[in-house]
């Protein structure tokens, strides 16, 4: 299963920014699909993630600010994120866990998008 991963960029403090991410293959089901960040240095963290159920799971420092959605007839997700801040500056990466249609499970991530927030 391949994830590709679009919307990344620059902007500026207290500014917003949209991540997209689509997943492609021989997929059954996709039980969790969200996103994380990773800065140079230190370990990757989660920022949200939304389950088949409709349950959210968000980073503490993301809460209130950053909102995940998914349409899972498109096997999409995305991420609005909104007053930005300097420390959201990373690259994020999209992560989806699953079923293929073979019925094994898929654990994948995607290539990664550079969001830099700066004045």
């Known amino acids: 299963v391949q994830l590709v991963e679009s919307g990344g960029g620059s902007v500026q403090p207290g500014g917003s920014l949209t991540l997209s991410c689509s997943a492609s293959g021989s997929i059954f089901s996709i039980d969790d699909m969200g996103w994380y960040r990773q800065v140079p240095g230190k370990q990757r963290e989660l920022v949200a993630i939304r389950t088949s159920d409709g349950s959210t799971n968000y980073g503490e420092t993301v809460k209130g600010r950053f909102t995940i959605s998914r349409v899972d007839a498109m096997n999409m997700v995305h991420l609005q994120m909104s007053s930005l801040k300097s420390d959201d500056t990373a690259v994020y990466y999209c992560?989806?866990?699953?079923?293929?249609?073979?019925?094994?499970?898929?654990?994948?991530w995607g290539q990664g998008t550079q969001v830099t927030v700066s004045s």
């Open positions: 992560n989806a866990r699953g079923y293929e249609s073979n019925r094994r499970t898929f654990a994948s």
